[in-house]
């Protein structure tokens, strides 16, 4: 698992007992974590000042991340494992998708769940604003949750893979990224589409024609919401 802090200046590998924190300018690791349970999440916060972890235990910690870690809060997810984990904009409240199938709002301060959601089967989760998050669920479909709405279940679907609107070149697209990300070991930001395209034009027999970008700006709002969320650094 490899987590990427929103300034691209951190970057952690998590192996699942440890964690190596890399400087990205240096390309010097400057910490590590050693946990005795299993890690099966992380992420770090929009300022890059906290780090967020889901163990194999259930248990969940947040360290104060400053060149060294220090504990900061640890929760008890309460019937499931973090498999997916996002901090807040205002770097308060932490969002988690458990194994038993439900999402989770934590407010970090006061260590209390603020909202829960009953939802399928997640693979990654993210906050839109202070009142709205995206679920990515297993079948590549994203949902979109109200934290406001007085009923449990307000869902806006956002986009499928599996829509019709995704023409040949847009599923090639698709196809590339997923493929950069198992190759290379890490996600595309909106900078390298170059590099994208120069290991897939010498290795892959990418047509010199084919732009990326182009058919990246191509896409609805809908089908990008849905590509960022799955192949894009945050």
């Not at 259930?58 to 900061?72: P, Q, R, T």
Request: proline content about 0%; overall charge positive; aromatic content about 14%.
């Amino acid at each position: 698992h490899i987590c990427v802090s929103q300034n691209n200046e951190k970057c952690a590998f998590v192996n699942d007992f440890s964690i190596k924190f890399v400087d990205l300018v240096s390309g010097k690791i400057t910490n590590v974590f050693v946990s005795e349970e299993k890690i099966k999440s992380c992420c770090f916060s929009k300022d890059g000042k906290m780090f967020a972890c889901g163990f194999e235990n259930g248990k969940m910690s947040i360290f104060s991340f400053n060149g060294s870690y220090k504990i900061l809060n640890t929760f008890i997810a309460h019937g499931g494992v973090a498999t997916s984990l996002e901090f807040s904009a205002d770097n308060n409240k932490l969002l988690v998708a458990l194994t038993n199938r439900t999402l989770k709002v934590w407010d970090i301060k006061f260590q209390k769940v603020i909202k829960s959601f009953l939802n399928r089967k997640t693979v990654r989760v993210m906050f839109v604003n202070s009142q709205s998050i995206f679920n990515l669920l297993s079948d590549g479909r994203v949902e979109k949750w109200c934290l406001a709405s007085k009923y449990e279940r307000s869902i806006e679907r956002m986009a499928s893979f599996h829509d019709e609107y995704w023409n040949a070149d847009k599923l090639f697209l698709l196809y590339i990224l997923y493929s950069f990300k198992s190759i290379c070991g890490n996600k595309v930001t909106l900078t390298n589409f170059r590099d994208v395209e120069r290991v897939f034009t010498k290795n892959y027999f990418l047509p010199k024609n084919f732009e990326l970008k182009k058919i990246y700006n191509s896409l609805t709002k809908e089908q990008s919401f849905l590509v960022n969320l799955c192949f894009f650094t945050r």
